[in-house]
C-alpha cells in the first residue's frame, strides 16, 4: 500500500490485534460475532496496511460484521475461496500484486465468486484508477483517506443492493425486451440464452433504465433510482457503469441499440429490441 495518510481512525477505536496465521490471513473468532446476529455478513479485507486494517476491522467488527483479514493479493484470493465473503474490501496498492489485477481474477473465478462485491480502496485524486477499478467490475470505491462511517455506509449500501434484487411483490420478476431477458428473483441478466456478467450495482443500473423504458433520463435521475447510492461524488461513474452494460448487453458496444445515449441529457433504454 503507497498511500500512507494519516488514518481517520482514532484510537478508541483500535482494539486487539489480532494475531496473523502462517497462512497470511486472520479470521473473525465466531465468540465475536453478536449473539443477536446468527447471520453475520462476511467481509474480507485485502490489506498490507497491517496498522490500518486492524483499525478498520475492529471498528466493523463493533458494527456487527465478521471480517477476514489477507496481507496480500495472493492470500486474499485464498481467503475468498475458503471464507464466501459478501464482500471484499480490496486495496489498490498491494506488495505482490496491484488491487486491479485482484479484482480482474476475483470476477475471472466464475460462478457465485465472480459475483462477489468488491469495494475499492483508491488513492486521493486518482480518477483513472477509479475508472478501470468500476470497468473491470468493482461494485464501488473509497479514496483515502476516509472516514470510517463512510466505509461503513458505503459497506452497507452495496450489501443492501445485493439483497434487495427483484423482492418487490407484484411487480414481473422477468424482463424481456426481445432476445435480452432480466430476472429479477435470480438476479441475471442474459442476451439470447447467454447468461451476462454485471456487477450488483450495474445490475440495478440496468433494471432501474428498464423499468422507465423509453424514458430519457438524466444521470442524477437513473442514480436517483438506485437506493443507496448518496455518498457517490464521482458522478462520471455512471458513464463508465454504462459503457460496462453495453459491452455485456449489447452486440457492439460502439454501436449500442439497447442504452442509447441522449446527448447533453443522459440515457435511454430502448422499448423495441431485437
Known amino acids: 500500500m503507497s498511500d500512507r495518510n494519516p488514518s481517520p481512525f482514532t484510537t478508541d477505536v483500535l482494539g486487539a490485534s489480532p494475531q496473523t496465521g502462517a497462512s497470511g490471513y486472520t479470521e473473525q473468532p465466531t465468540s465475536t460475532r453478536p449473539a443477536s446476529q446468527p447471520m453475520t455478513q462476511q467481509l474480507l479485507m485485502i490489506e498490507d496496511d497491517t496498522r490500518l486494517a486492524t483499525m478498520v476491522i475492529e471498528y466493523l467488527r463493533q458494527s456487527g460484521y465478521g471480517v477476514t483479514h489477507a496481507v496480500d493479493g495472493a492470500k486474499g484470493l485464498e481467503a475468498l475461496q475458503s471464507c464466501k465473503p459478501d464482500l471484499v474490501i480490496l486495496d489498490l496498492m498491494l506488495p505482490d500484486m496491484d488491487g486491479l489485477e485482484v479484482c480482474r481474477r476475483i470476477k475471472g473465478l466464475g460462478g457465485e465468486f465472480s459475483r462477489t462485491a468488491v469495494l475499492m480502496l483508491t488513492a486521493k485524486g486518482d480518477p483513472m484508477d477509479r475508472i478501470v477499478g468500476l470497468e473491470i467490475g468493482a461494485d464501488d470505491y473509497l479514496p483515502k483517506p476516509f472516514e470510517p462511517r463512510e466505509l461503513l455506509a458505503r459497506i452497507r449500501a452495496v450489501l443492501r443492493r445485493g439483497g434487495e434484487g427483484g423482492s418487490t411483490a407484484g411487480t414481473q420478476q422477468t424482463m424481456r425486451f426481445g432476445s435480452l431477458e432480466i430476472d429479477r428473483d435470480a438476479r441475471t441478466v442474459s ?51 454504462m459503457g460496462r452494460i453495453r459491452s455485456a448487453i449489447e452486440l457492439d458496444a460502439k454501436d449500442p441499440k439497447r442504452i442509447l445515449t441522449v446527448r447533453g441529457v443522459g440515457y435511454v433504454f430502448a422499448k423495441q429490441q431485437d
Open 191 to 241: 442476451v439470447a440464452g447467454k447468461i451476462c456478467e454485471l456487477t450488483s450495482y450495474q445490475f440495478d443500473l440496468l433494471v432501474a433504465l428498464a423499468e422507465r423504458a423509453g424514458r430519457v433520463l438524466s444521470r442524477d435521475q437513473i442514480m436517483e433510482a438506485v437506493r443507496g447510492r448518496e455518498l457517490e461524488a464521482f458522478d462520471r461513474s455512471i458513464d463508465v457503469h
